[in-house]
């Protein structure tokens, strides 16, 4: 099977490539640091799994296999993360992804789970299957989950609008439907509750 490899921690991802490299049966054919990195990798290489990390600069993995979904691609998207939390898990199941792992896994269980999506089947962490039916459905929309993100990291309204695009306003409304939504005292807080919640 012929596998992109997405993570931003160079170390990690060397180490991952060089383990899986290792398997008779897997070729990695090209690796990425960034979620843009790997949409393009997907596009240039047409693997048959996309294996990546949630948090990356850009795009998370999350958005990534969102974007693939839009793009009726044929690639199975396998997120690897020490987010152990329902929350994303549920949104990684909405974006169509066939597995969610996590990191603290042996090496020859990652390979087994690849080798099951490759099969059609799916691979999700055991400790995490009923989670993700439990957890409070994600309110927040796209635009509202980038603002919340971006105000999270620090950044003013001003910039945010800048970023995305949008008028001080409108990153304003989008805020203060964030923050109602997560009955929030104000945007850090929001961001606070949606980041523990797994929403971010």
């Known amino acids: 099977m012929r596998i992109v490899l997405a993570e931003d921690q160079t170390l990690l991802r060397g180490a991952l490539a060089t383990l899986l490299k290792l398997e008779h049966d897997i070729e990695v054919v090209a690796e990425a640091a960034t979620g843009i990195q790997a949409l393009a990798m997907v596009r240039a290489h047409t693997p048959d799994i996309l294996l990546t990390d949630i948090e990356m600069p850009g795009l998370s993995g999350l958005d990534v296999a969102s974007q693939l979904k839009q793009e009726a691609s044929a690639v199975r998207v396998v997120i690897i993360t020490t987010f152990a939390r329902g929350g994303y898990l549920r949104r990684a199941l909405d974006a169509g992804v066939r597995g969610y792992l996590l990191k603290e896994m042996p090496v020859e269980k990652l390979a087994e789970a690849l080798r099951r999506v490759y099969a059609g089947g799916r691979a999700i962490a055991p400790e995490l299957a009923l989670d993700a039916w439990e957890v409070q459905a ?25 970023q995305l695009h949008l008028s001080g306003g409108t990153v304003r409304n989008y805020l203060s439907e964030a923050i109602g939504k997560l009955q929030a005292s104000n945007r850090v807080d929001a961001y606070r509750l949606a980041r523990q919640r797994g929403w971010l």
Not at 147 to 152: D, H, I, Y
Request: glycine share 12%; no cysteine; proline share 4%.
């Open 138 to 162: 994600d309110p927040l929309t796209d635009r509202e989950r980038a603002v919340l993100r971006l105000a999270g990291e620090g950044l003013s309204t001003i910039d945010i609008g800048l």
